[in-house]
């Protein structure tokens, strides 16, 4: 570990910049820690209790800047300072020469790309609203990150775009894929002629990434938000998406995503669905089982991908029993290890639709399922932060996201429920969801093998990895992290959700 | 360009360059900081604000600010002005109502826990946020800020201060603009109790300032109730106006710096609700 500084003397620089910057450095290779701040003496001592001083620094002045660098390496170190100059002047250049302006407006922003055709809208949501109308009133699509949109203000943005021919993903959608380019949270999938339409984010990236590291590839992935498809809302946009990619040359296959749909919307996109002749394949997380209808994202997802190769779909189905016999093995391998008592499986989820999956799957394996966002006939906890029995947590629902990042981002509040539920002498199986993709953490192994390690001494840990070895965090790198560390690693949330209840049902023949 | 208004404290004068970012250029003489500035950043005591003003994108240095009784004279600009264009920065309170004034204080508190930059001082009211802080610097940052305010809820105000000053990431540290939201906050105080708090402020501004003129022009500011416009605008929402005008002053504030707006909302309000140890 190497530490240095620069001085910086007569060097003003506004906040938005020196907080950029600060950024920026840190995020260089090697980089441990960084700050760029005024050389006052409360900055000093905030820089000498955190590692960071420099004897540089003993002369500095209140109006000095002081760039600190604490890397692994002097090679890492230096190199990081050397790259301050650079940065800074990107920093002054970008904004002089307007090749980084930063409109603050949607005008302004309609000034500096004129050819824009969709505006990704993430604020507050009761800004979110009015912004997203203005942008559809300029022509464009609208992506709306944002939650927290009234009813109304979605309904009225739904019937304006329908009219416009125009698209509105959302409110609350987090993740799309458009001609190849991811939105918000999404994962580096394979171009290809399957088209998704989802009014479930995180179920979007997991059939996304199973058709990806099944060879197949994404033509669009069209997500809506999960009101689209509820009574109010009538699934405006779904319908919108279904039609989009039957017209998309590029799409061959389409598949539709889900939590079960009102029945007048489901009337619908059934109705919608036989007009058009490409092959649908749908998933309804939750919807009552037909023959016909694939049972997890995972089945959905290889079926869409064997119909866009040409082959049967039977072939998938008869896949997953010679998977599952395998599961099974592991399954009773792992009753063989937990204790007399320990009885219950724990899902700790980042994922609401993954949470959702599991509960729909743990109805046939498992009595007495507990959870703070129940589905079907799953008993809602008393208590989100205490578990009853059988317990499937979302740990993206507002009780534990209000004032805090996400779960795919901030792991913290995971790790601690891990350790709790693993330290729970009635806890068999801690289940868990890791969402790769650009937007979740960019070292979810480094932020879970501690607990990981820790947990997997007493308890079963089963892990689900949704991605593609192309995203930033790189799965194959997470997958091995995480088996090092003593998890059972799984290839979708299905086949998680499938070990985990098997492991109970062994462990109550015991 | 036109001239939009100019502050009430801009005094004539010849000033030389200072410095410059993007929405302002900032001259400098005998101490007093005078900056010209976009319509984005908008009035202040010491703010000339002119519209289609480009701060950063010159790339000469200016010549000196020139201000007479009606000009403002910049570069071959001038610019006459008139009494009206005055922006008045001080701010008369009068038929407050208490109960709307308490209610829109916490729409104030949910806008900084919930919409405010994630570096930002409102962990101080949502312990939460602290996640938002990387180990290391930042999370040692923290901990100075939480211990000065600690001081000063406990009634050592001017330890507290001697903390919070200079500490943290920007031009004008966090400290200090918290600091600068406290005296400004005293300052209301003073006017809603009937009570003299300008000694305390004085002294809270003595020990605060420090070789950093950027803070210590608005320390000054601050000390004597003299608000920039989005501040004005701010606590004359929280005395008379609906929340949904509350919450977008709010939002105007803290889109100022990179967390400055809201660590000087954070320092108002917990001054303001009484929290500072000032009775």
């Known amino acids: 570990m190497n530490v240095a500084g620069q001085i910086r003397k007569g060097a003003y620089f506004d906040s938005v910049t020196l907080m950029r910057v600060g950024t920026e450095i840190t995020a260089l290779p090697g980089v441990i820690d960084a700050a760029v701040v005024m050389g006052t003496k409360s900055n000093r001592a905030i820089l000498n209790s955190s590692g960071l001083l420099s004897a540089k620094f003993d002369n500095a002045s209140d109006t000095d800047l002081l760039v600190a660098v604490k890397g692994e390496t002097e090679t890492a170190t230096q ?64 992506m709306l990150f944002s939650d927290n949109v009234p009813l109304e203000k979605e309904i009225a943005l739904k019937k304006f775009a329908q009219r416009r021919g ?114 649908i394949v749908t998933s309804f997380v939750g919807a009552s089982t037909q023959e016909d209808r694939p049972s997890t994202l ?38 063989g290890k937990r204790k007399r008592n320990q009885k219950y499986v724990r899902g700790l989820f980042s994922g609401g639709t993954f949470c959702a999956e599991a509960q729909v799957l743990f109805k046939t394996l498992l009595t007495g399922v507990y959870s703070n966002a129940p589905v079907g006939n799953t008993k809602q906890l008393r208590d989100s932060l205490v578990s009853q029995k059988h317990s499937v947590i979302d740990l993206g629902e507002d009780e534990f996201t209000v004032g805090r990042p996400h779960p795919m981002i901030d792991y913290s509040l995971r790790n601690r429920r891990i350790l709790v539920e693993a330290a729970d002498p009635e806890t068999a199986v801690i289940l868990l969801d890791v969402v790769l993709g650009y937007g979740a953490h960019p070292d979810p192994a480094a932020e879970l093998s501690g607990v990981v390690r820790q947990a997997s001494r007493k308890v079963s840990v089963v892990c689900s ?46 | 360009m036109t001239l939009v208004s100019i502050g009430d404290q801009v005094k004539e004068g010849t000033y030389p360059f200072h410095s410059r970012f993007r929405h302002a250029v900032n001259f400098l003489c005998d101490k007093q900081l005078i900056s010209v500035v976009s319509e984005e950043i908008g009035d202040g005591p010491l703010n000339i604000v002119i519209r289609d003003f480009e ?69 101080l009211l949502d312990e939460q946020r602290t996640t938002n802080f990387r180990p290391g610097f930042e999370r040692a940052f923290t901990d100075q800020i939480r211990r000065g305010v600690y001081q000063m809820m406990n009634g050592h105000l001017l330890d507290g201060v001697r903390t919070l000053r200079g500490c943290g990431l920007g031009l004008t540290p966090s400290g200090d603009d918290f600091i600068a939201g406290l005296l400004i906050g005293l300052n209301l105080l003073q006017q809603l109790r009937g009570q003299d708090y300008q000694r305390i402020a004085n002294d809270v501004f003595r020990t605060a300032r ?27 929402a929280l005395m008379h106006e609906s929340e949904e005008t509350v919450r977008k002053s709010a939002a105007r504030l803290m889109a100022i710096g990179g967390s400055s707006g809201a660590d000087l909302g954070t320092g108002f309000l917990l001054t303001v609700r009484g929290q500072m140890g000032v009775s």
């Not at chain 1, 109308?133 to 699509?141: D, I, K, T």
């Not at chain 1, 949270?185 to 995180?202: D, H, L, M, Q, S």
């Open chain 2, 55 to 123: 701060g950063q994108s010159a790339t000469h240095e200016p010549a000196p600010l020139m201000i007479t009784a009606n000009t403002v004279v910049l570069g071959s600009n001038r610019f006459e002005f008139t009494d009206q264009d005055y922006y008045r920065s001080a701010v008369a309170l009068d038929n407050w109502e208490p109960r709307l004034f308490h209610h829109n204080l916490a729409v104030l508190a949910e806008e900084l826990q919930t919409a405010s930059s994630p570096k930002s001082l409102a962990f």
């Open chain 1, 166 to 279: 125009l698209l509105v993903m959302g409110p609350d959608c987090g993740t799309a894929i458009i001609n190849g380019v991811p939105l918000a949270f999404a994962n580096v999938v394979n171009r290809g002629n399957i088209g998704i339409v989802a009014a479930a984010g995180t179920g979007l990236q997991e059939v996304s990434c199973i058709i990806s590291n099944a060879g197949a590839g994404i033509s669009q992935a069209i997500g809506t938000g999960g009101r689209d498809v509820k009574q109010e809302v009538g699934g405006i946009m779904f319908l919108e998406g279904l039609k989009a990619l039957a017209k998309d040359e590029q799409t061959r296959v389409i598949l539709l995503v889900s939590k079960p749909p009102h029945k007048d919307v489901l009337r619908r996109i059934e109705k919608l669905a036989k007009t058009i002749r490409k092959p």
């Open chain 1, 79 to 142: 190199s990081a300072l050397a790259a301050v100059d650079g940065l800074l002047k990107k920093a002054i250049n970008t904004i002089t020469t307007g090749g980084e302006s930063r409109p603050s407006s949607l005008a302004g922003a309609l000034n500096l790309i004129p050819g824009a055709n969709l505006a990704l809208i993430s604020i507050a949501g009761r800004y979110a609203g009015d912004e997203a109308m203005r942008a559809l009133e300029n022509g464009l699509h609208v």
């Open chain 1, 465 to 510: 990895v949704t991605g593609t070895n192309h995203d930033p965090q790189n799965r194959g790198r997470v997958e091995a992290a995480l088996r090092k560390a003593g998890a059972i690693v799984t290839p979708s949330n299905a086949a998680a959700c499938n070990l985990a209840g098997q492991i109970i049902r062994y462990r109550e023949r015991k």
């Open chain 2, 210 to 236: 420090a070789g950093n003129i950027f803070s210590n022009s608005f320390l000054d500011l601050a000390r004597r109730g003299l608000l920039f416009g989005r501040m004005k605008d701010l606590v004359l």
């Open chain 1, 298 to 335: 995972e089945e959905a997802a290889l079926i869409a991908v064997a119909l866009s190769q040409g082959k049967p779909r039977d072939e998938v189905a008869s896949r997953l029993v010679a998977r599952d016999k395998e599961i099974l093995r592991t399954a009773k391998r792992e009753a």
